[in-house]
């Protein structure tokens, strides 16, 4: 079965500053896909990015980078120079190369703080 | 172009009702996807449309919740017998193929009195 944990119930930090946002999956596929989504208090989710199983090398883009481990399972997630518009629930997802959609895990909430 | 659009955007009804909820996908995405979304929680997968037909409703929790995409586009979620534990965040998506990235709409929250 296809499992994502998120750790990190909620992440305070002052403005500037670097965050980590932890994601860990288990899933018995080998090939499969991994995801990043933001959720500002709007509501609506914003894909961030997708990474498919055969590619581990690490992404960066902006002030955003992804950092994909299969040996440890993990998609971790670093955003740099943090600001206040980055507040927000934070979701990593998996979806495997079957007939399954989307598995989130609980979400992160960043508080960038002024 | 226009992203993934649902409505209403907030529903409230009481325990015992019917309602719809509307999703209109990007247009030419062919896959559209519901999902559920419990406070503090991250979506839960209700049902996935492929064209015109659910290729996987696994996820309804019970006979009450049904959807449909007629033409292939438009979709409506209904809920029957509404109860108080269905109070969530309606979110749907779609994408151009099974598989490939979900764009997701900005979500329709219901609150059942």
């Known amino acids: 079965a296809q499992k994502v944990t998120q750790a990190q119930t909620e992440i305070s930090v002052v403005e500037k500053e670097d965050v980590t946002l932890d994601c860990v999956y288990e899933t018995r596929d080998t090939t499969y896909y991994l995801f990043w989504y933001k959720q500002p208090p709007s509501g609506e989710l914003v894909f961030l990015i997708r990474r498919n199983s055969f590619d581990e090398q690490n992404e960066i883009s902006g002030r955003y980078s992804w950092n994909f481990q299969k040996s440890t399972s993990s998609f971790n997630f670093t955003i740099t120079a943090s600001q206040v518009v980055d507040s927000a629930v934070y979701f990593c997802a998996l979806s495997d190369s079957g007939n399954t959609p989307l598995v989130f895990g609980k979400g992160t909430r960043l508080s960038v703080i002024a | ?113």
């Not at chain 2, 015992?16 to 509307?22: A, D, F, H």
């Not at chain 2, 406070?39 to 019970?62: H, K, M, R, V, W």
């Not at chain 2, 309606?90 to 979900?102: D, G």
Request: aromatic share 12%; hydrophobic share 30%.
């Open chain 2, 1 to 113: 172009g226009a992203g993934v659009s649902q409505t209403p955007s907030n529903k409230v009804t009481e325990k015992g009702k019917y309602v719809e909820l509307r999703c209109d996908p990007i247009s030419g995405h062919t896959a559209l996807y519901w999902y559920r979304q419990s406070l503090g929680q991250g979506p839960e997968f209700l049902i996935y449309f492929q064209g015109t037909g659910a290729a996987d409703d696994s996820g309804l929790p019970n006979d009450r919740f049904f959807a449909v995409r007629p033409e292939g586009s438009v979709s409506t979620l209904k809920i029957q017998r509404t109860e108080r534990g269905d109070s969530a965040m309606y979110l749907c998506a779609s994408s151009l193929q099974y598989q490939e990235t979900q764009y997701f709409g900005p979500g329709t929250r219901l609150l059942v009195l």
